[in-house]
C-alpha cells in the first residue's frame, strides 16, 4: 500500500478528520527517513575531512565577522528619521502635551538625542531576539518623551519651527585655578577646539559610507 492508498484509505473511514491525521503521519515518517539521511551523509563528510581544519576555518570566519562588522542599514540619520522612525514612532502632537518640529535639525539637544537613537537601532536590530524590544524600552521611550515634552527642546514649535529656541542654560565660569587638568586624561583635541555641531553629523557611524548596506 503507498502513500496514497493510506490517504484514501482515511479518507473513506467512518472516523471524521482522520484524513489529515494519517497525512500528517506519513508526512512526518519521510520527514524522518530525509533527517536520516542527511545525518549519515554529514557523518560521511566529516570522517572524510580532520576536524581541526574544520575549527580552524570556523574560526577564521568568525575573526572576520569581528573585523568587519554589519554596517548600518541606513545612511544617513535624515534617512533613518523619515523612512523608519517617523513612520513607526507616532504620535499625536495636537494639543499642549507633546510638541514636534518638522525641522528637528535647527535643535542641537534634538539632533543629538536622535543620533544616538539611531546609532543604538542600528546596533540593537541585529538582535533579533530582544534587540527591537531593548531599543523601545530603554531609548526610544525615554527620549522621544524628553523631545516631545512640553517644556523640551521644541518648546515654543507648534507645527512650524520657532524663531525663538529655548536659551541655552546659563553658566558662570569657575573662578581660575578651580579645575585643574587631569594629567591622567589625554585631551583628544587642542582644549580651543570646540567640538563639531551635532547637526554636522548626518553620516552613519565612521561617516565613510559611500552607500547604503544591502538589506
Known amino acids: 500500500m503507498d502513500n496514497d492508498d493510506l490517504i484514501e484509505a482515511g479518507e473513506s ?5 482522520l484524513a489529515p491525521v494519517v ?3 506519513i508526512q512526518q515518517a519521510l520527514k524522518d527517513q530525509a533527517a536520516g539521511a542527511a545525518a549519515a551523509v554529514v557523518a560521511d563528510r566529516l570522517a572524510e575531512q580532520d576536524l581541526d581544519e ?3 576555518r570556523a574560526l577564521e570566519r568568525e575573526l572576520l565577522d569581528l573585523a568587519e562588522p554589519a554596517r548600518p542599514y541606513f545612511a544617513t540619520l535624515p534617512e533613518w528619521i523619515e523612512q523608519w522612525l517617523l513612520p513607526v514612532y507616532r504620535r499625536s502632537v495636537r494639543g499642549h502635551e507633546r510638541v514636534w518640529c518638522p525641522e528637528w ?3 542641537p539637544e534634538a539632533v543629538a538625542r536622535l543620533d544616538a537613537l539611531w ?3 542600528e546596533h540593537l536590530r541585529l538582535d533579533a531576539a530582544t534587540g527591537l524590544s531593548v531599543w523601545f524600552r530603554d531609548h526610544a521611550d525615554h527620549h522621544m518623551t524628553v523631545l516631545m515634552a512640553a ?3 521644541f518648546k515654543g514649535c507648534d507645527g512650524t519651527h520657532s524663531d525663538r529656541p529655548v536659551e541655552p542654560l546659563p553658566s558662570t565660569p569657575p573662578p581660575q585655578g578651580m579645575f585643574e587638568p587631569d594629567d591622567d586624561l589625554t585631551p583628544a583635541a587642542p582644549a580651543s ?8 553629523s548626518t553620516a552613519g557611524p565612521g561617516r565613510d559610507l559611500g552607500t547604503r548596506h544591502t538589506r
Open 151 to 153: 517644556d523640551g527642546p
Open 23 to 25: 497525512e500528517q503521519a
Open 54 to 56: 574544520l575549527a580552524h
Open 105 to 107: 535639525w535647527r535643535h
Open 193 to 200: 577646539t570646540p567640538p563639531a555641531s551635532p547637526a554636522s
Open 13 to 17: 473511514s467512518s472516523l471524521p478528520g
Open 119 to 121: 546609532r543604538a537601532w
